[in-house]
């Protein structure tokens, strides 16, 4: 029994922690009034960048440098996530875009563009198995069944930002831009550029969270289901009200099933993979029936501000 | 600089706009294209047109994927205008497929048609009827709880939707899949093949035995996809139902100063919109005669794209459908050096990167920008 707990845990964070990225991320994103549905996209570009880095650095040099290894799939991640996030806030801010269509334009982009690369590097590096030879670099992310130090960084800045949003000046400013932009412009708040830094900094994090789960839980490319675990992100975002600090205990939760769901036979399986998303719509449901204003989504969310507007 | 809304402009105009943004999208799309397959562009459109109309049966197949598309995007469009942001497209097309399909599969067990003594126009009367209203009460039931909800307690309509999406997407998959059912639904194999194609009147309930050539079995969900443009249409520029969800998409509060009842309105657009997408779903499985989890394939997604993109206008709908059909479909046509193909995924690349330009073309069409300081009148 015991064995089998801590044979079970690790494995569960390790499935948990991109969804705990993913959901950071969007929470982050979220507060700002953003409704960014490209998360599943950004998670791919995250994951693509950085897979790219590290089969490029991986085979341009014979020894590996530990230092090198690490940082350069996590930066390659973290440029193409800024770039994505980026390019959402621009649409939807600066150009006043509709959220729901930039979003899912963003995440169809992301889930083509990686996938095309991903299929073109394994074609180009002609191996015999169809998947990406990053065995090296992997290494450096964690050994599979523990979750290895992104882990411990996922977690902290899920609490970090718990800690920002709750008790800084900066998290309250931040908060209430999303709950009424038109208030917080009033009070002297630059809504823009609060958007600006909050989705930005927010698909960084999710982007991590697709790096994640190449280098540390399926350990190589191929046909990755990033976009699954985006849209549970996004269902995690509301299953935990807005809360990164108890979305480390649903994304591992959620992770755990899924890990339970590998022991079932197919079939059984999906119906485990079902739970999350009901469960989500239960809670999204009791969440708008009891109208606690803390729980409830930011009330400016998915809507565009436009000072002129009236 | 500075930033004002636009009063009005001609409509020829935006279209205009429209049409430059689409057109240096397409040329960017044409560069990428080029730099991986080092192709000249005039081949690569003349590979994807052979590809998709070269024969009569290609051209019927890229046409019922038109339509498939079409009628997907028409099938939200009344809740978009509406400002209801229905992104359960997917979900609820996969439902009605879904009940199309299981009510196509235990027809086909009943002993009245396994009967070779009736002939196959009765029970094929029979069998369309009860799978389109299958598949319809799935759609609408999918669009009803969301409309439900949001009307009600004012529950995010997005994220409802977007849950269901994958609500329905799982029991799709456990129905499939799952032993018990898998054994009934696909005697051998890990796929539900071609429902009813062990009877000896194979093709019951699917569209294959309607039409005598190849490929006439698209016929019908073409025919029904054309006629409801123009109905949806009609619908929404001239009825009093499609004036009411105009003016609560414009604003909710002067819909119901204007004595409009706004969560009926709601709801009703909600399971017309969930009905037509489940409409939908029972075309495509009586197109393919069969059901698999990825039936819909993204199209419920895609289909949000069209009718945004279009402005909920049915017949810019056509037009986009068909040029995002050409690029996903035609893609896969045209072959790479290195043995790499380009592909669906690449496909998608493009057609994002055309909607990026469409979406942020929108903005100089709703505002305008003054530089310097204006010396006209203040609005």
Redesign the interface.
């Known amino acids: 029994m015991w064995k089998f707990i801590a044979d079970f845990i690790p494995r569960a964070v390790v499935y948990g922690m991109p969804l705990l990225f993913g959901s950071t991320g969007e929470i982050l994103t979220e507060k700002s009034g953003n409704?960014n549905?490209g998360i599943p996209g950004i998670m791919f570009i995250g994951a693509i960048a950085g897979t790219t880095g590290a089969y490029l650095y991986e085979h341009s040099v014979a020894e590996l440098n530990p230092f090198l290894a690490i940082m350069i799939p996590v930066m390659c991640c973290l440029a193409g996530s800024f770039l994505m996030g980026l390019?959402y806030c621009f649409?939807t801010v600066t150009?006043?875009?509709?959220q729901?269509?930039?979003g899912?334009?963003?995440?169809?982009?992301g889930?083509?563009?990686?996938?095309?690369l991903g299929?073109?590097l394994t074609?180009?590096a002609k191996s015999d198995i169809a998947n990406l030879d990053i065995t090296r670099s992997v290494n450096y992310f964690g050994d599979g069944n523990h979750p290895g130090w992104l882990a411990y960084v996922g977690i902290g800045i899920a609490i970090l930002t718990s800690l920002f949003l709750r008790y800084t000046r900066t998290g309250l400013q931040l908060r209430a831009v999303g709950e009424n932009p038109a208030t917080a412009d009033a009070a002297g708040i630059n809504v823009t550029r609060y958007k600006y830094l909050a989705t930005i900094i927010g698909s960084m994090i999710a982007g991590l969270g697709g790096l994640y789960y190449i280098m540390a839980s399926s350990r190589t490319w191929s046909e990755p289901q990033i976009d699954a675990a985006g849209?549970l992100a996004?269902?995690i975002v509301?299953f935990t009200t807005w809360r990164p600090a108890i979305s480390i205990f649903a994304s591992i939760g959620f992770g755990g099933l899924l890990v339970l769901s590998t022991n079932f036979?197919?079939?059984?399986k999906?119906?485990f993979?079902?739970v999350p998303?009901?469960v989500?719509?239960i809670v999204?449901?009791i969440v708008?029936?009891r109208?606690k204003r803390e729980n409830l989504?930011p009330q400016s969310?998915?809507l565009p501000y436009?000072r002129?507007?009236r | 600089m500075h930033?004002?809304?636009r009063d009005n402009l001609p409509v020829w105009k935006a279209w205009l706009i429209r049409g430059i943004a689409i057109i240096i999208a397409i040329s960017l799309c044409g560069l990428i294209t080029y730099l991986?397959t080092k192709m000249n562009p005039i081949t690569v459109v003349d590979k994807m047109f052979k590809g998709l109309f070269g024969s009569e049966r290609k051209t019927w197949k890229t046409v019922y994927q038109v339509a498939c598309l079409l009628g997907i995007s028409l099938a939200v469009t009344p809740a978009f205008k509406m400002r209801f942001?229905n992104?359960g497209a997917e979900g609820q097309v996969l439902i009605g497929a879904f009940a199309a399909a299981a009510v196509m599969f235990y027809a086909g067990r009943m002993p009245f048609f396994n009967d070779p003594g009736v002939s196959m126009e009765v029970k094929n009367t029979i069998i369309f009827p009860a799978m389109m209203i299958a598949a319809v009460l799935a759609g609408a039931l999918w669009g009803f709880l969301p409309a439900f909800?949001k009307s009600r307690?004012?529950?995010?309509e997005?994220?409802?939707t977007?849950?269901?999406n994958?609500?329905a997407l799982?029991?799709v998959?456990?129905m499939v899949?799952?032993?018990?059912?898998?054994n009934l639904w696909s005697p051998n194999g890990t796929a539900v093949g071609m429902i009813n194609s062990d009877l000896a009147s194979a093709g019951i309930g699917n569209f294959t035995k309607i039409g005598e050539k190849p490929g006439t079995q698209y016929l019908f969900p073409i025919v029904v996809v054309a006629v409801l443009t123009v109905v949806l249409y009609l619908y929404l520029r001239f009825s009093k139902h499609g004036y009411e969800i105009s003016v609560v998409g414009e604003s909710e509060r002067t819909a119901s100063y204007a004595g409009i009842k706004v969560n009926r309105v709601i709801i009703r657009t909600m399971i017309l919109s969930g009905a037509l997408c489940g409409l939908v779903g029972f075309l495509i499985v009586g197109a393919e005669g069969t059901i698999a989890a990825n039936s819909v394939d993204?199209r419920g997604?895609?289909a949000?794209?069209v009718s945004?993109m279009s402005q909920f206008n049915p017949i810019g709908m056509i037009f986009s459908s068909l040029l995002l059909v050409f690029m996903q479909f035609g893609a896969k046509e045209v072959p790479m050096p290195?043995?790499?193909s380009l592909?669906?995924?690449?496909?998608?690349?493009?057609?994002?990167?055309i909607?990026?330009f469409i979406?942020?073309c929108?903005?100089f069409i709703?505002?305008q920008l003054q530089f310097g300081r204006h010396k006209k009148r203040e609005v």
């Open positions: 409704l549905l390019l649409l150009m006043r875009a509709n729901n269509v930039t899912l334009s963003m995440t169809i982009f889930t083509g563009f990686a996938n095309f299929g073109v074609k180009l849209w996004i269902a509301i036979p197919i079939g059984i999906e119906l993979e079902l998303y009901v989500t719509l999204l449901i708008s029936l109208k989504p969310l998915g436009f002129e507007e | 930033i004002a809304k991986f942001w992104i909800f307690w004012n529950t995010n997005t994220l409802f977007l849950m269901m994958y609500v799982q029991i998959k456990f899949s799952y032993r018990g059912f898998k993204g997604y895609t949000v794209m945004w290195d043995g790499v592909d669906k995924n690449f496909a998608n690349m493009l057609m994002a990167i909607l990026f979406i942020g929108e903005f709703n505002y």
